[in-house]
């Protein structure tokens, strides 16, 4: 079974387009992580949020509770945007564990 | 500063063999965690350490796995008797707050083991 889902699994999108990518979890979650992991793994932290929405630069975060469901959006997309983006969720409170989504390859072309 | 920083990078071993894994966490952060991603998976929790003590081992897979953080630094997961089965990326992250699993993690580049 996946707590986590993502949507797409694999992106392609011309340098400079608008990018939406979206975790739907089945779970009551304390947290959302949106991470972004580059070729030979190294995983960065991107976001936490549990409400609301967060930017930073041309990354833009939302978190709706109710319906369960996170979106990540990458605007003027670059092709140094080329990652997987993984969502994962933090369930059981503060003291819990994450829960991973298998990720989204999201390849920006130039 | 440095991040945090895993050893080896890669290790090949064979099956029924022991081996440890390396973690140096970013220094003054209390809280590290183990992760195992196989591939075209997220990770998947395994242990937390909440300075010397592992205040979660829930995701260890079974008794062939263990990790220990003598000093409340650096860390060492451990497999024994290896399987096919454990070949994955197995990746390290710290926090700097011991007691909130929201605080923001940071990641080491991971350890690629490969059973033969």
């Known amino acids: 079974k996946n707590e986590v889902e993502q949507s797409p699994q694999n992106l392609t999108a011309q340098e400079g387009e608008f990018i939406t990518i979206n975790c739907s979890y089945s779970?009551?979650?304390?947290?959302l992580h949106w991470l972004q992991q580059h070729p030979g793994g190294g995983i960065v932290s991107l976001f936490m949020?549990?409400?609301g929405k967060k930017k930073h630069g041309r990354l833009i975060a939302t978190i709706n509770i109710q319906e369960k469901h996170s979106s990540l959006h990458i605007t003027a997309s670059h092709p140094r945007d080329s990652a997987v983006y993984i969502c994962?969720?933090?369930?059981?409170?503060?003291?819990?564990?994450?829960?991973f989504g298998k990720g989204t390859k999201l390849s920006v072309k130039p | 500063g440095a991040g945090v920083s895993q050893t080896p990078s890669n290790k090949v071993t064979e099956k029924g063999k022991y081996v440890e894994l390396r973690c140096d966490p970013i220094?003054?952060?209390?809280?590290l965690y183990w992760y195992r991603q196989s591939l075209g998976q997220g990770p998947e929790f395994l242990i937390y350490?909440?300075?010397?003590?592992?205040?979660?081992d829930s995701g260890l897979p079974n008794d062939r796995f263990f990790a220990v953080r003598p000093e409340g630094s650096v860390s060492t997961l451990k497999i024994q008797r290896t399987e096919r089965g454990d070949s994955a990326v197995y990746l390290c992250?710290?926090?700097?707050?011991?007691?909130?699993?929201?605080?923001?993690?940071?990641f080491g580049p991971g350890t690629r083991l490969t059973v033969l």
């Open positions: 992250a710290s926090s700097l707050t011991p007691a909130v699993r929201t605080d923001t993690q940071y």
């Open positions: 779970v009551g979650i304390s947290a």
């Open positions: 949020l549990s409400s």
């Open positions: 994962a969720v933090l369930i059981g409170g503060s003291q819990g564990n994450l829960i």
């Open positions: 220094s003054g952060h209390t809280a």
């Open positions: 350490f909440q300075g010397t003590g592992a205040a979660d």
